[in-house]
């Protein structure tokens, strides 16, 4: 008799979901777990757990929320790329990506998808990522190209871009009408070291005072809802 061949199923790539919204992580999950190769395996609201459930888990690729609860997403892809570099991650957010998706890449991501995309596009891009591969949409890859060609840069003198990933988290505080104090609080950082960097942003954005400041971060912040 002619022997049978049994043909072995690749095993499913294993997906961790970082977002403090459950709603969001359980619809997120859903749409994954509909995938044959791809399967949700642990889920996360803050920093300490994502860090603890990969930790435990080992997935094959981590999907992180720019904004999570009391902290940023950025410092957790740094975190996640210092204990885990060979590990990839995918950022999925509201957060324009003009403003985000290059400091996301500097930070360890190996792409940045908005929220607005399609279902398609983000398991399309959760395979990129996971094939090696890092992706962006086709408007930011151009730009991102066209500065690495020697095209002008919209990183001006006086561009929101030009500002340090803590100087963009405080400025975002302050546009959701935090004071010093507060900030300080939430960012675990002294009242001295907010006022620093309340100066260095005002320096950057070319503001005279502190109410130019507050008016400009309020704009800036109603301007990535729109």
């Given amino acids: 008799m002619p022997k049978q061949t049994v043909k072995k199923r690749a095993a499913k790539k294993r997906v961790v979901i970082v977002d403090d919204h459950p709603p969001m992580r359980k619809g997120l999950a859903q749409l994954i777990n509909q995938e044959p190769d791809l399967e949700t395996c642990g889920e996360a609201g803050n920093i300490p757990e994502a860090l603890q459930v990969v930790e435990s888990l080992k997935p094959d690729v981590v999907i992180v929320d720019m904004v999570l609860k009391d902290a940023s997403g950025l410092d957790l892809l740094k975190d996640l790329k210092n204990r885990f570099p ?3 991650t995918l950022v999925l957010s509201m957060q324009n990506e003009s403003i985000y998706a290059e400091r996301a890449l ?3 991501a190996r792409g940045y998808i908005m929220k607005e995309e399609t279902t398609e596009n983000v398991v399309s891009a959760l395979r990129q990522v996971l094939s090696g591969e890092v992706y962006l949409s ?3 890859s151009k730009r ?3 500065q690495l060609a020697g095209g002008r840069s919209d990183k001006g ?3 929101i871009e030009g500002l340090s990933d803590r100087e963009l988290e405080v400025f975002q505080l302050i546009g959701q009408g935090y004071q010093s104090r507060e900030v300080a609080k939430k960012l675990h ?6 006022e620093s960097y309340r100066e260095h ?3 950057k954005l070319n503001l005279e005072n502190a109410a130019q400041l507050t008016q400009t971060a309020i704009q800036w912040l109603q301007s990535q809802k729109s």
């Fill in 189 to 194: 950082l002294s009242v001295k070291t907010i």
């Fill in 157 to 159: 003198k006086f561009s």
């Fill in 106 to 108: 500097r930070a360890g």
């Fill in 86 to 88: 060979d590990l990839p």
């Fill in 201 to 203: 942003i005002k320096v």
């Fill in 138 to 140: 086709d408007k930011m």
């Fill in 144 to 146: 991102i190209l066209n």
